[in-house]
């Protein structure tokens, strides 16, 4: 079901508020029971933890750019138990997907990537189109190199506004939600832009160890500082991370390492990738529990392939006295500490991760032979019109179809579900634009449009992107 969760929106078929419709998300049901201790009084309804397992704090990493020191960096993080998020461009094609940095950054999942858009330009400098464009397609990019979601964004040079040119902070803002951004590594991004609703992309705190040389002492004031004042950095987010660029070598990488390796148990760490991060803090906002029974609740909560990450839920009840806790019949991790019991609550397995992302060319996916697909732009009409053929082996399921389109539209993110497209059959949505907003900053350059196509097929999860490009003299009205 498409939920619209914090306000009943109806932004769902691209009327209403515009914003609304950036907080689509689908959710699915769980029944959880709780076997009480003997002598326990019944359970009051559980808070959602900020931070993973009930910990204190999450921490992460951040690694900017596609430089091939990150892998030397990356090799002494995880021998400290740090993990981390490494941005990365998408200039050139990748052969051998296999063996490209993103694949070898992200390992078994041990690290993750976010998007540092296709060519590191300064966005500002780039027509509304161009800016969306390049964050769009590294973040498809990277998500059918690696065969997982990204969810997670910092921007090139960081530069996302132009002084005297308020269109671009409110261009550059609708074009990371309508990527499916919903993390950012600039803080002020999301805390001080007025075109950004509350509550839709999640940020972290950075502390800065040295890109070439190590200052310890500096970095270990300022990590310090947030934990003194942490009441205020709270407000703003539950995780610190360190940062920026993988450059360290020789002495320096040694100085990191012995960074990281006080650093792993400083605090009562979640350690964690920004994508981690980032689909726990959307869980938490998204999801609702109710009690349903006297040991029984229902949870109703975000799929995993729509977060980005499939990391537990964490349910924190006061006191000790659960013995045990199931959802749909499966045991659920559990941990006592400070007179409180954490759960931790697993997908159900339908509603993971894709296990294969890909994305047409031409129509057609290697990856899923059978499943045509053709996304078209209309500038006589307005409308954009997707289109999904299935001569598969197997009828596909549970299909969400998200298209994003550059600035100038509005909707400029549009979702549309489809229980089931049975074999031979055939699946059209289409999307009525409002008149393009007019200026030459909102009009320049090609028009990028894109489809993401989650779906289970052959009983496996997968996501297919198609895109299409429209180039400016086509789309004169
Ligand atoms: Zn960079």
Same mark, same amino acid.
């Given at each position: 079901?498409?939920?619209?969760?914090?306000?009943?929106?109806?932004?769902?078929?691209?009327?209403?508020?515009?914003?609304?419709?950036?907080?689509?998300?689908?959710?699915?049901?769980?029944?959880?029971?709780?076997?009480?201790?003997?002598?326990?009084?019944?359970?009051?309804?559980?808070?959602?933890?900020?931070?993973?397992?009930?910990?204190?704090?999450?921490?992460?990493?951040?690694?900017?750019?596609?430089?091939?020191?990150?892998?030397?960096?990356?090799?002494?993080?995880?021998?400290? =138990?740090?993990?981390?998020?490494?941005?990365?461009?998408?200039?050139?094609?990748?052969?051998?997907?296999?063996?490209?940095?993103?694949? @070898?950054?992200?390992?078994? =999942?041990?690290?993750?990537?976010?998007?540092?858009?296709?060519?590191? #330009?300064?966005?500002?400098?780039?027509?509304?189109?161009?800016? %969306?464009?390049?964050?769009?397609?590294?973040?498809?990019?990277? $998500?059918?190199?690696?065969?997982?979601?990204?969810?997670?964004?910092?921007?090139?040079?960081?530069?996302?506004?132009?002084?005297?040119?308020?269109?671009?902070?409110?261009?550059?803002?609708?074009?990371?939600?309508?990527?499916?951004?919903?993390?950012?590594?600039?803080?002020?991004?999301?805390?001080?832009?007025?075109?950004?609703?509350?509550?839709?992309?999640?940020?972290?705190?950075?502390?800065? #160890?040295?890109?070439?040389?190590?200052?310890?002492?500096?970095?270990?004031?300022?990590?310090? @500082?947030?934990? @003194?004042?942490?009441?205020?950095?709270?407000?703003?987010?539950?995780?610190? %991370? &360190?940062?920026?660029?993988?450059?360290?070598?020789?002495?320096?990488?040694?100085?990191?390492?012995?960074?990281?390796?006080?650093?792993?148990?400083?605090?009562?760490?979640?350690?964690?990738?920004?994508?981690?991060?980032?689909?726990?803090?959307?869980?938490?906002?998204?999801?609702?529990?109710?009690?349903?029974?006297?040991?029984?609740?229902?949870? $109703?909560?975000?799929?995993?392939?729509?977060?980005?990450?499939?990391?537990?839920?964490?349910?924190? %009840? $006061?006191?000790?006295?659960?013995?045990?806790?199931?959802?749909?019949?499966?045991?659920?991790?559990?941990?006592?500490?400070?007179?409180?019991?954490?759960?931790?609550?697993?997908?159900?397995?339908?509603? =993971?991760?894709?296990?294969?992302?890909?994305?047409?060319? !031409? =129509?057609?996916?290697? !990856?899923?032979?059978?499943?045509?697909?053709?996304?078209?732009?209309?500038?006589?009409?307005?409308?954009?019109?997707?289109? &999904?053929?299935?001569?598969?082996?197997?009828?596909?399921?549970?299909?969400?179809?998200?298209?994003?389109?550059?600035?100038?539209? $509005? #909707?400029?993110?549009?979702?549309?579900?489809? #229980?089931?497209?049975?074999?031979?059959?055939?699946?059209?949505?289409?999307?009525?634009?409002?008149?393009?907003?007019?200026?030459?900053?909102?009009?320049?350059?090609?028009?990028?449009?894109?489809?993401?196509?989650? %779906?289970?097929?052959?009983?496996?999860?997968?996501?297919?992107?198609?895109?299409?490009?429209?180039?400016?003299?086509?789309?004169?009205?």
């Amino acid at each position: 079901m498409v939920c619209l969760s914090m306000t009943d929106a109806n932004g769902a078929d691209g009327t209403g508020d515009a914003t609304e419709t950036y907080r689509q998300v689908e959710t699915y049901k769980q029944v959880l029971v709780i076997k009480r201790a003997t002598g326990t009084d019944d359970l009051q309804p559980p808070q959602l933890s900020k931070v993973y397992n009930g910990h204190n704090w999450a921490l992460s990493t951040r690694w900017d750019d596609s430089n091939a020191n990150a892998l030397n960096v990356r090799r002494k993080m995880l021998e400290n =138990g740090i993990r981390g998020t490494f941005y990365l461009n998408s200039r050139k094609p990748e052969k051998t997907p296999a063996t490209s940095l993103a694949c @070898k950054l992200t390992g078994a =999942g041990e690290c993750s990537v976010g998007g540092h858009s296709v060519s590191h #330009p300064k966005l500002p400098e780039l027509p509304a189109n161009d800016a %969306f464009r390049e964050l769009m397609a590294n973040r498809i990019t990277l $998500e059918v190199l690696t065969d997982r979601p990204v969810n997670s964004l910092a921007f090139p040079y960081g530069a996302y506004q132009a002084k005297d040119r308020p269109e671009v902070l409110e261009a550059i803002t609708k074009a990371v939600l309508r990527t499916g951004y919903h993390h950012c590594v600039y803080k002020n991004f999301v805390t001080r832009n007025p075109n950004l609703p509350k509550g839709l992309i999640s940020t972290g705190h950075q502390v800065v #160890p040295g890109d070439r040389q190590v200052n310890a002492e500096k970095f270990w004031a300022s990590i310090n @500082k947030i934990r @003194k004042f942490q009441k205020g950095y709270r407000k703003e987010s539950d995780c610190i %991370f &360190l940062g920026v660029h993988p450059w360290q070598k020789g002495d320096a990488l040694e100085d990191l390492a012995n960074v990281m390796s006080d650093l792993r148990n400083w605090d009562d760490f979640w350690h964690c990738t920004h994508t981690e991060y980032a689909a726990f803090v959307k869980q938490r906002n998204y999801t609702t529990v109710t009690k349903t029974g006297t040991d029984t609740f229902t949870i $109703e909560r975000p799929g995993a392939y729509d977060l980005g990450n499939d990391i537990a839920l964490t349910l924190e %009840f $006061e006191g000790e006295g659960i013995a045990t806790a199931t959802v749909d019949g499966i045991v659920c991790p559990m941990r006592k500490a400070e007179g409180k019991t954490f759960l931790n609550i697993s997908h159900a397995a339908r509603q =993971g991760l894709p296990e294969t992302i890909d994305e047409a060319t !031409a =129509g057609k996916s290697p !990856a899923f032979p059978g499943l045509d697909t053709a996304l078209t732009f209309d500038t006589e009409t307005g409308q954009v019109v997707y289109t &999904l053929s299935n001569s598969a082996a197997a009828p596909l399921t549970d299909a969400v179809l998200t298209v994003s389109l550059p600035p100038s539209f $509005e #909707p400029g993110f549009f979702r549309q579900t489809r #229980p089931d497209l049975k074999k031979g059959a055939t699946w059209s949505a289409t999307i009525p634009l409002a008149d393009e907003q007019a200026g030459d900053y909102w009009r320049k350059g090609n028009r990028y449009i894109a489809a993401q196509l989650d %779906f289970i097929l052959d009983g496996k999860r997968g996501r297919l992107f198609t895109t299409s490009t429209v180039s400016p003299q086509l789309a004169a009205r």
